[in-house]
């Protein structure tokens, strides 16, 4: 168990609708990412926060975004989902999210989208 | 554009064997690699890593080498574990360490 945990686990959608992704991080970690992994491909880095501060971001599409709450979770929000959208989505954590700092990658959650 | 590449999707080997995972990248801007392994159901996990002013680093079973000019990274398994079968992820930062860019994953199996 990494510690950081994500909810739902599943989910299945219908294309045009609204989903959110939830994620806490480790205690004490202030860092979150999110990736996304589509079928039999690598991780892609959609976007790290920090403090509740976007810091970095990658390959994310308009239709998605994120935010990091005072509490330090992070949700992700993906809207008119397209078919392409159905994927596995990972958050990880870490302490202060630099060089040579460890991630802490969630269980992921499961986006069907039909 | 695949900055971070694994051309074998799989590998097979026999229980007590090394295992060697490859890996080749071509931003000479990055400065630190890890390797991640996955098992199903699970997020990634860490597994080792390497900075990028050092051409090995060893923990135990593992062992990575980084050859900066052939911009080549290796990991070596040895002994294999029919518990090493996992998914195992490449991966690069730059300088800052805010993007983490992976490989797409060598499938190994380690067979008793």
């Known amino acids: 168990d990494s510690g950081v945990t994500q909810t739902p686990k599943h989910l299945i959608t219908a294309t045009g609708q609204r989903v959110t992704l939830r994620c806490s991080p480790r205690?004490?970690?202030?860092?979150v990412y999110w990736y996304q992994q589509s079928l039999d491909q690598g991780l892609q880095f959609l976007i790290q926060y920090y403090n509740g501060e976007e810091r970095a971001k990658g390959n994310i599409l308009e239709r998605f975004s994120a935010q990091q709450f005072p509490d330090l979770h992070s949700e992700l929000n993906l809207s008119s989902l397209e078919l392409g959208d159905s994927a596995l989505y990972f958050c990880?954590?870490?302490?202060?999210?630099?060089?040579?700092?460890?991630?802490?990658f969630g269980p992921g959650t499961r986006l069907t989208v039909l | 554009d695949q900055q971070v590449k694994q051309n074998s999707p799989s590998l097979s080997v026999q229980e007590g064997r090394i295992s060697i995972l490859n890996c080749d990248y071509t931003n000479s801007m990055f400065d630190y690699f890890l390797w991640y392994k996955k098992y199903p159901a699970e997020g990634p996990t860490f597994l080792i890593s390497i900075s990028s002013i050092k051409d090995k680093n060893e923990d135990g079973r593992f062992t990575v080498f980084l050859n900066k000019s052939a911009k080549h990274l290796s990991l070596h398994i040895v002994p294999s574990q029919p518990g090493d079968s996992a998914v195992y992820f490449c991966?690069?930062?730059?300088?800052?360490?805010?993007?983490?860019?992976f490989g797409a994953g060598t499938r190994l199996f380690v067979k008793a």
């Open positions: 991966a690069a930062m730059d300088t800052g360490g805010f993007k983490t860019i």
């Open positions: 205690s004490g970690d202030l860092s």
């Open positions: 990880a954590s870490s302490v202060v999210g630099g060089l040579e700092d460890t991630q802490y």
